[in-house]
């Protein structure tokens, strides 16, 4: 019996968002975009204990899961952290999650597979996956969820960002 399970009595946040580096000359290349879909390196890899140690390793290990986070500011300091290192071509993501099925906090997971704080390994770590959510599969162009994309290399300019109401939670 697997052990993990989507969230579905706690429901995603209403928006998620993901930070790519579309350079592929980087290391931290991790573009996700294939005929305007979003899909991740090994869709169809089957959902269990070993592709989520996969998925949290930071190996590159292809896996099933898109990683997205629930807070904008903290997308904000992974974009300024990718910069900071060198990576050029970023993009950030905006996703709309209503009825999206499969997707899995991965701080609660991260915790189904023993991860603390009390480590030395900063991989291990269950604070870094606090407001992760894995995608399993990818996000199909035809389900109308890329609601945003945001070109990351230049400097932060303030934004004005219209929600209609029938999105609003």
């Not at 946040?13 to 991790?30: A, G, I, K, T």
């Not at 899909?39 to 996969?54: G, H, K, L, Q, Y």
């Not at 992760?132 to 109308?144: M, P, R, S, T």
Request: overall charge positive; glycine content about 4%.
């Amino acid at each position: 019996m697997n052990r993990f399970s989507p969230t579905s009595e706690t429901h995603p946040p209403r928006f998620l968002f993901r930070v790519e580096c579309h350079d592929q000359s980087s290391r931290y290349y991790n573009c996700s975009f294939t005929n305007f879909h979003m899909t991740a390196r090994f869709p169809t890899r089957i959902v269990n204990e070993s592709a989520f140690r996969d998925h949290f390793s930071w190996s590159h290990t292809p896996t099933p899961f898109l990683s997205f986070s629930n807070d904008w500011n903290k997308a904000l300091a992974r974009r300024r952290w990718m910069l900071d290192n060198g990576a050029k071509d970023i993009v950030l993501i905006a996703v709309e999650t209503r009825d999206l099925r499969n997707v899995y906090n991965a701080y609660d997971v991260a915790r189904c597979l023993g991860y603390t704080d009390n480590t030395r390994n900063r991989r291990r770590r269950l604070s870094k996956h606090c407001g992760e959510f894995l995608v399993v599969g990818g996000i199909h162009a035809d389900e109308y969820r890329i609601i945003a994309t945001f070109p990351g290399d230049g400097p932060e300019r303030l934004v004005s960002l219209s929600i209609p109401k029938s999105y609003s939670p």
